[in-house]
């Protein structure tokens, strides 16, 4: 058959087989540009989370291992808190709000106050849609409820003291009955060890698997079990950032969700990223945060990093009838915006 092929038929073919070789080289070439990063535009990102490095932070370190980050164009470099040298703790709300961290972590109280004193945060997302805040006994002494509070020595923080009232007045306990400890020399858990107070209180995300690891048997009493809550690990930025970056903020979260998703769904593997981030921590103590964490980060019915606005009423309520913020210094509406999640879920 080719015997009967002409000139011209042989020019044809030569020139199909041209186009189709340069139409092959130019996908190659877009493939590896694509693979290598060469032609995406790579914005730098740094999260400044509020505690030292651990697996109450795993979604984040599994969006990074995941490329999660990396396929919405986003380098992450995720900062550790804690103490610095003059034993100050690292606080991610002036960090974040003088720009040298894009995102932070911090609490709901914590950033209605920064919003009381002028400062421009927004929360945009929280990890924990339940409080991981327990009052924590030893197992013997048999205290499971609020209303075992009742002659029983319980240590009673300032900074803690309106969740705590709240959820006594919604179990209908007198807290002129309980022997409330306001000294910060038993604010410890070696206090609770020692005996020296009979309930104190804590994270079941880490002083209850400590105290466990060690051999004690514990009971937490939940606040959220009565109708408390106070979000803590809210994510927040800038007004400025949302306002004038507010695909970059989607782009985060997107990713941010896809990596608490794969902590859910694999709670053994992204216990060990921690330790990528600080290699002197305990696997073991690590597997026990994230099964600790996930049913608090995805609770039944609920979708990730949601925020619900009655709970930031209720914690907005909480803190003027406790005086910690003047009625008038309350800014729930500009404190926190459902624009991102809401956004990141539709994309």
Known sequence: MLKNLTRTHYIIIAAILAVVVAVVIVAVVVLADDDDG???????????????????????????DQGYYEDEGLAVEILGSGFDDDGNYIDPVPLVVSGEATFGLMSADNLLRARAEGQPVVAIAT?????PRAYISLEEKGITTPADFVGQRVVVRSDLEMTYAAMLAQAGVDRAQVNEITDSDLFSMDALKDDLVDVTPGFVTSEVIDLEQQGFAVNTVMIGTYGVEDY????????????????????????????FEYEVENPNAVAELALQYDPNLDVATQRAMVAASVPLIAPAGSQIGDMDPQIWENIGQLMVSSGAIEAEALDIEGVYTLQFINAAYEE
């Open 232 to 259: 803590q690990n809210l994510i927040f930025t800038t007004e400025d950032v949302v306002q004038n970056q507010p695909e970059l903020v989607t782009s985060f979260l997107k990713a941010t969700i896809q990596g």
């Open 38 to 64: 060469e032609d995406q535009e790579v914005t730098a990102v740094k999260l400044q989370l509020s505690w030292f490095y651990e697996s109450e932070f795993a979604g984040f370190f599994a969006a990074v």
């Open 127 to 131: 990890t924990f849609q339940r409080s």
